[in-house]
């Protein structure tokens, strides 16, 4: 079992920065993929970004697209999503996923809580 603690969330105001972080209670493997995702009050949960490829590779959904940056740690089991350009639209629960394949996630955290005002 694996446990993710995200952290990092809070308030901003449009245009600002923060780095949500995600830690691993143990060892992943760096084959696993990451992933941070989010979810706004009455909207379906969106994938932000995903890493893997033991880093190698990353995806980004269109609407964060340089602005986001994903990060993964292999060594420390962590993942870091460093987000600039904050958009009101980004206020969401965001949180970290874990599994074999992006495909299969199958930890996730608890949440943690971005709010971007304009």
């Known amino acids: 079992q694996v446990q993710l603690v995200e952290s990092g969330g809070g308030s901003v105001q449009a245009g600002g920065s923060l780095r949500l972080s995600c830690a691993a209670s143990?060892?992943?493997?760096?084959?696993?993929?990451m992933g941070w995702f989010r979810q706004a009050p009455g909207k379906e949960r969106e994938k932000v970004a995903a890493?893997?490829?033991?880093?190698?590779?990353?995806y980004y959904v269109d609407s964060v697209k340089g602005r986001f940056t994903i990060s993964q740690d292999n060594a420390e089991s962590t993942l870091s999503l460093q987000m600039d350009s904050l958009k009101p639209e980004d206020t969401a629960m965001y949180y970290c996923?874990?599994?074999?394949?992006?495909?299969?996630?199958?930890?996730w955290g608890q949440g943690t809580q971005v709010t971007v005002s304009s």
């Open positions: 996923a874990a599994g074999p394949y992006c495909n299969s996630l199958i930890y």
């Open positions: 143990r060892y992943i493997s760096r084959s696993w993929c």
């Open positions: 890493s893997y490829n033991g880093g190698r590779a990353s």
